[in-house]
């Protein structure tokens, strides 16, 4: 009859035992919150990677029609002439990251091509390094691309 009695006096847990299971879920937590924002980060990233490919469809689809490109506008503001060819409400204001179209005049060609007068570009603004190293991961062999401080442009094309 001793032992319903003993197991009655220990109904706690010891400090060793406390600060053991608080030590192992500090570790789990160190280990598993970079995780998560790498992921978070990756996820943004390819939805960015999305957009850049939607709205290069889209200028692709302004040239056929026109026979020229769009003009540039301000940062975060979609070119007016390519709304018609974007799904409605599409925004260059996403979140975590801004886009841009960027057009700018070349008046003596590029070294590679001296007939070329202008490039084309799409910066996304963003303010996480996480989400731009993943950008310059996904896209950085499809597109040429530079980056300044937290905007990474890609060349779509040229003209």
Excluded: C, K
Excluded at 24 to 49: F, H
């Amino acid at each position: 009859m001793s032992r319903p009695r003993d197991l009655l006096e220990r109904a706690g847990f010891t400090m060793i035992e406390v600060l053991t299971v608080l030590m192992i879920t500090s570790v789990v937590v160190r280990i598993g919150i970079p995780n998560y924002q790498g992921v978070l980060s990756r996820t943004e990233a390819v939805r960015a990677a999305g957009d850049l490919r939607v709205v290069q469809e889209a200028l692709e689809a302004f040239r056929s029609d026109h026979q020229d490109w769009p003009r540039d506008s301000g940062p975060g503001q979609v070119p007016p002439e390519l709304v018609p060819h974007l799904q409605d409400g599409f925004s260059f204001n996403r979140g975590r990251y801004r886009l841009d179209f960027q057009s700018w005049e070349i008046p003596d060609g590029l070294p590679s091509r001296p007939g070329a007068r202008a490039l084309l570009g799409l910066s996304i603004i963003t303010e996480d390094p996480l989400l731009g190293a993943a950008l310059e991961e996904i896209l950085g062999t499809e597109f040429p691309h530079f980056t300044l401080a937290g905007n990474y442009t890609f060349v779509l094309d040229t003209r």
